[in-house]
């Protein structure tokens, strides 16, 4: 049966997400949301069943409580609220803030890969990237709030989370 | 320094570096699979999640103690998603337990027994990886892996090796060495110290259990082994004995009925290795040439010499191993009086470690075109072998190790953790037996528990320059310093392992914590029960020496880089 718009969107961005953009090291999001698109894949209707459903913001919940970084807490929560609002009108996706916590991870621009294209300084919800172009960037990181948004989109892999 | 709640309970802090450790400490043994205390904090697991007053969550490994902070561990939603992320974990996972190597001993399996994991709600989504079978070493099964990363990060932090890492990534992710090489084309070592702290079946001891069962089994052979003095303070573990409880006399007992004709002990060997190192520290001294001497019994470390730092081979001791001492000597032993049943030696050493798995294949530890050892099996193997026959050591007998190398110094025994080499080669630069200067020696620094400890002791009229290093991270920042001129040393002591070979590769890897001091404190206990203190006094080396050695000193203690 074809897929519901919202199915199909929310299965694009998981596909798009674990195939690419997901770093696998913290097991919630990568184990996490693997299993989200898996059940979407699998479902026999339109749009999940309500079972479905409650199983798939289970695990949504679970990777926004739990996840290591801003970027498997915002997939997450950008499926569910997809989903949840089945044929209504797209809800704004609630920003990802930063708890005071995650302390001892950070995220950094590997010098030997980074291009100096400048797109996770635009990117930055917060301007904790600057450098000039051509030449390697850098994350300042006391004003960092790990979000992973630069991971997510740096095209080169430059970016990546140390501990 | 402050004060936190946890589950509704005021608990102090002080040095903690995160607040996982301050949750424990409250005795609250909440459940992990990526945290070690010696290692980097990485994050990965997120089964030690808890949540603050104001409903924020975080993983309390990662985050430090600060005063006021009120945080709950177990709430239903906390308990759940503890139970969800060992499901989803498992969902991924070649979960055959009952053919695992890991089976009744996995931190994994263990975890999901205690979160009370009864069925997957999610759909298989394992994937099937080639096992690494190229070390000697040790197996790697990376269908059985968890992505934990504390291989790489043991590896890394504290063996400055660095032969395994992540490669790809969301998915796809593995651990692995680099460019997918298999484990043999890497500088690893074979330390075992990833096997040590990997908590599933992922990288386990390569075994020769089988092997050695065929062995015993052959009539034409004569079985014996050797016992070596890290192996005896930790086998009790596995048998409900208190840790580091020294339970050799009835180890040689069980052994004798798995089928071993003798059964000897390896602290004979270290007296010998101990004699020839002495013997050529004093050279060394007397011409100033190629000093510091290092020590080269530990197989792992010699590797890591050779391969990261070889302008420091001609420092490493020519001496062989204990091991491969007593192997020799066995070997010339059976040649000279030959078995009166004409049948072949077949020569097993009880070992700690892993790496001694590839010592005794490399080329110098053969003598004539003979390997001296035939097979080395851990700890962990005879355990296997002890329990698969279905034996124990709780009621077995007692019985002394097999003559005629039954005769041993308290030096010999005190190998087994890290410095025992130092303080027993210092001990026979010590005039006569004063009682009072072996006690002095203990004193100087080397029975300290850091990972590099640097003294100097004199004994009579000069000053002996030592340090004793365990780890690999620690040996590669010695070297460095000695290499730039900061430090200057007459003797170093390197082991592999951090604390020694009580900690080995191959030793059982208890989940009641570090069992570093109970099984070093044994060992020191065992010295003191030892009339017999310094290697120099054993009255059957004299006998070995005048005899079956005489003349043959090089041919059979020390390495033979010629491998003829
Ligand atoms: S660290 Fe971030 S991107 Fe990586 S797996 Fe975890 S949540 Fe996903
Ligand atoms: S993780 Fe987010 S806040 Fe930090 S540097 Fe990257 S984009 Fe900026
Ligand atoms: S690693 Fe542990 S959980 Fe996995 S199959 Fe082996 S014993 Fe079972
Ligand atoms: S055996 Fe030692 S050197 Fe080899 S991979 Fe494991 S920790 Fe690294
Ligand atoms: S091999 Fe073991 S220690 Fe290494 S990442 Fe896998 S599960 Fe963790
Ligand atoms: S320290 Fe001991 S157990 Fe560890 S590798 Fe060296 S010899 Fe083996
Ligand atoms: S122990 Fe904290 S995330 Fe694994």
Same mark, same amino acid.
């Given at each position: 049966?074809?897929?519901?718009?919202?199915?199909?969107?929310?299965?694009?961005?998981?596909?798009?997400?674990?195939?690419?953009?997901?770093?696998?090291?913290?097991?919630?999001?990568?184990?996490?949301?693997?299993?989200?698109?898996?059940?979407?894949?699998?479902?026999?209707?339109?749009?999940?069943?309500?079972?479905?459903?409650?199983?798939?913001?289970?695990?949504?919940?679970?990777?926004?409580?739990?996840?290591?970084?801003?970027?498997?807490?915002?997939?997450?929560?950008?499926?569910?609220?997809?989903?949840?609002?089945?044929?209504?009108?797209?809800?704004?996706?609630?920003?990802?803030?930063?708890?005071?916590?995650?302390?001892?991870?950070?995220?950094?621009?590997?010098?030997?890969?980074?291009?100096?294209?400048?797109?996770?300084?635009?990117?930055?919800?917060?301007?904790?990237?600057?450098?000039?172009?051509?030449?390697?960037?850098?994350?300042?990181?006391?004003?960092?709030?790990?979000?992973?948004?630069?991971?997510?989109?740096?095209?080169?892999?430059?970016?990546?989370?140390?501990? | 320094?402050?004060?936190?709640?946890?589950?509704?309970?005021?608990?102090?802090?002080? *040095?903690?570096?995160?607040?996982?450790?301050?949750?424990?400490?409250?005795?609250? *043994?909440?459940?992990? &699979?990526?945290?070690?205390?010696?290692?980097?904090?990485?994050?990965?697991?997120?089964?030690?999640?808890?949540?603050?007053?104001?409903?924020?969550?975080?993983?309390?490994?990662?985050?430090?103690?600060?005063?006021? @902070?009120?945080?709950?561990?177990?709430?239903?939603?906390?308990?759940?998603?503890?139970?969800?992320?060992?499901?989803?974990?498992?969902?991924?996972?070649?979960?055959?337990?009952?053919?695992?190597?890991?089976?009744?001993?996995?931190?994994?399996?263990?975890?999901?027994?205690?979160?009370?994991?009864?069925?997957?709600?999610?759909?298989?989504?394992?994937?099937?990886?080639?096992?690494?079978?190229?070390?000697?070493?040790?197996?790697?099964?990376?269908?059985?892996?968890?992505?934990?990363?504390?291989?790489?990060? @043991?590896?890394?932090?504290?063996?400055?090796?660095?032969?395994?890492?992540?490669?790809?990534?969301?998915?796809?992710?593995?651990?692995?060495?680099?460019?997918?090489?298999?484990?043999?084309?890497?500088?690893?070592?074979?330390?075992?110290?990833?096997?040590?702290?990997?908590?599933?079946?992922?990288?386990?001891?390569?075994?020769?259990?089988?092997?050695?069962?065929?062995?015993?089994?052959?009539?034409?052979?004569?079985?014996?082994?050797?016992?070596?003095?890290?192996?005896?303070?930790?086998?009790?573990?596995?048998?409900?004995?208190?840790?580091?409880?020294?339970?050799?006399?009835?180890?040689?007992?069980? @052994?004798?009925?798995?089928?071993?004709?003798?059964?000897?002990?390896?602290?004979?060997? !270290?007296?010998?290795?101990?004699?020839?190192?002495?013997?050529?520290?004093?050279?060394?001294?007397?011409?100033?040439?190629?000093?510091? &001497?290092?020590?080269?019994?530990?197989?792992?470390?010699?590797?890591?010499?050779?391969?990261?730092?070889?302008?420091?081979?001609?420092?490493?001791?020519?001496?062989?191993?204990?091991?491969? @001492?007593?192997?020799?000597?066995?070997?010339?032993?059976?040649?000279?009086?030959?078995?009166?049943?004409?049948?072949? &030696?077949?020569?097993?050493?009880?070992?700690?470690?892993?790496?001694?798995?590839?010592?005794?294949?490399?080329?110098?530890?053969?003598?004539?075109?003979?390997?001296?050892?035939?097979?080395?099996?851990?700890?962990?193997?005879?355990?296997?072998?002890?329990?698969?026959?279905?034996?124990?050591?709780?009621?077995?007998?007692?019985?002394?190790?097999?003559?005629?190398?039954?005769?041993?110094?308290? !030096?010999? &025994?005190?190998?087994?953790?890290?410095?025992?080499?130092?303080?027993?080669?210092?001990?026979?630069?010590?005039?006569?037996?004063?009682?009072?200067?072996?006690?002095?020696?203990?004193?100087?620094?080397?029975?300290?528990?850091?990972?590099?400890?640097?003294?100097?002791?004199?004994?009579?009229?000069?000053?002996?320059?030592?340090?004793?290093?365990?780890?690999?991270?620690?040996? *590669?920042?010695?070297?460095?310093?000695?290499?730039?001129?900061?430090?200057?040393?007459?003797?170093?002591?390197?082991?592999?392992?951090?604390?020694?070979?009580?900690?080995?590769?191959?030793?059982?890897?208890?989940?009641?914590?570090?069992?570093?001091?109970?099984?070093?404190?044994?060992?020191?206990?065992?010295?003191?029960?030892?009339?017999?203190?310094?290697?120099?006094?054993?009255?059957?080396?004299?006998?070995?020496?005048?005899?079956?050695?005489?003349?043959?000193?090089?041919?059979?203690?020390?390495?033979?880089?010629?491998?003829?």
């Amino acid at each position: 049966m074809e897929k519901s718009p919202e199915t199909q969107k929310a299965l694009a961005v998981l596909e798009k997400f674990t195939s690419d953009q997901c770093c696998g090291k913290c097991i919630s999001c990568r184990e996490g949301t693997r299993q989200m698109q898996q059940i979407l894949t699998d479902s026999p209707l339109p749009s999940p069943s309500e079972e479905e459903l409650a199983l798939l913001s289970e695990l949504g919940t679970l990777i926004d409580h739990t996840a290591r970084c801003g970027l498997g807490k915002s997939i997450a929560r950008q499926v569910l609220s997809v989903l949840e609002h089945q044929g209504g009108d797209e809800r704004v996706i609630e920003e990802y803030l930063p708890g005071p916590y995650q302390e001892l991870i950070f995220f950094d621009i590997d010098p030997k890969r980074c291009k100096g294209c400048s797109k996770c300084s635009r990117l930055c919800p917060v301007h904790a990237i600057t450098g000039v172009i051509k030449q390697p960037f850098v994350i300042n990181h006391e004003l960092c709030i790990k979000c992973g948004t630069c991971m997510m989109n740096c095209k080169f892999g430059a970016i990546s989370i140390k501990d | 320094m402050g004060s936190m709640i946890i589950d509704g309970i005021r608990v102090e802090f002080t *040095d903690e570096t995160n607040v996982l450790t301050v949750i424990r400490k409250a005795g609250i *043994d909440l459940p992990t &699979l990526c945290y070690v205390s010696e290692l980097s904090v990485y994050g990965a697991c997120r089964l030690c999640t808890v949540k603050d007053e104001e409903g924020r969550y975080f993983a309390s490994c990662t985050v430090r103690p600060r005063d006021g @902070m009120n945080i709950q561990t177990n709430t239903p939603e906390l308990r759940k998603y503890r139970r969800t992320l060992l499901e989803l974990l498992l969902a991924s996972h070649d979960r055959d337990c009952t053919v695992c190597n890991k089976n009744g001993d996995c931190h994994l399996q263990n975890l999901a027994e205690r979160m009370g994991v009864r069925s997957i709600r999610f759909k298989s989504a394992q994937e099937h990886h080639d096992v690494d079978n190229s070390s000697n070493c040790i197996v790697r099964t990376p269908s059985k892996c968890i992505l934990c990363g504390d291989c790489v990060r @043991m590896c890394d932090n504290i063996q400055a090796v660095d032969a395994l890492d992540f490669a790809g990534k969301g998915v796809a992710t593995l651990v692995t060495p680099a460019y997918n090489r298999r484990l043999a084309e890497t500088d690893c070592v074979g330390c075992g110290q990833c096997r040590v702290v990997c908590p599933t079946g992922a990288i386990s001891i390569k075994s020769t259990v089988d092997e050695v069962w065929a062995a015993l089994a052959d009539p034409k052979n004569k079985v014996v082994a050797q016992v070596a003095p890290a192996v005896r303070t930790a086998i009790g573990d596995r048998f409900g004995f208190p840790a580091g409880k020294n339970v050799m006399n009835r180890l040689v007992t069980v @052994m004798h009925r798995l089928g071993f004709e003798e059964v000897y002990d390896t602290a004979f060997g !270290a007296d010998l290795t101990v004699t020839e190192e002495s013997r050529e520290l004093e050279a060394r001294l007397a011409s100033g040439e190629k000093l510091p &001497l290092f020590t080269s019994c530990c197989p792992a470390w010699v590797r890591f010499c050779e391969k990261k730092h070889p302008e420091f081979i001609p420092n490493l001791s020519t001496c062989r191993s204990p091991m491969q @001492m007593f192997g020799a000597v066995l070997r010339a032993w059976d040649d000279k009086s030959p078995d009166e049943k004409g049948r072949r &030696l077949v020569s097993v050493a009880i070992m700690p470690c892993t790496a001694k798995k590839d010592e005794i294949l490399r080329p110098e530890s053969r003598t004539n075109g003979r390997q001296d050892v035939d097979y080395v099996l851990t700890t962990e193997e005879l355990i296997g072998m002890i329990q698969s026959y279905g034996l124990t050591l709780n009621g077995a007998d007692k019985d002394a190790a097999d003559m005629p190398f039954g005769i041993t110094s308290g !030096a010999g &025994l005190i190998f087994g953790a890290s410095g025992g080499v130092t303080e027993a080669v210092l001990r026979n630069f010590i005039a006569g037996h004063n009682r009072q200067e072996i006690d002095a020696l203990k004193k100087v620094g080397v029975r300290e528990e850091n990972g590099v400890r640097e003294f100097t002791f004199r004994c009579g009229d000069r000053d002996i320059r030592a340090a004793v290093v365990s780890g690999l991270r620690n040996a *590669d920042m010695v070297l460095n310093a000695i290499r730039e001129g900061g430090k200057n040393y007459d003797f170093v002591e390197f082991m592999a392992c951090p604390g020694g070979c009580i900690m080995g590769g191959g030793q059982p890897v208890s989940s009641h914590g570090n069992m570093f001091r109970a099984r070093r404190d044994s060992l020191y206990e065992a010295d003191i029960n030892m009339q017999i203190k310094k290697t120099s006094e054993n009255p059957l080396l004299d006998t070995l020496y005048a005899t079956l050695l005489k003349g043959r000193e090089h041919e059979l203690l020390h390495r033979n880089m010629t491998g003829n």
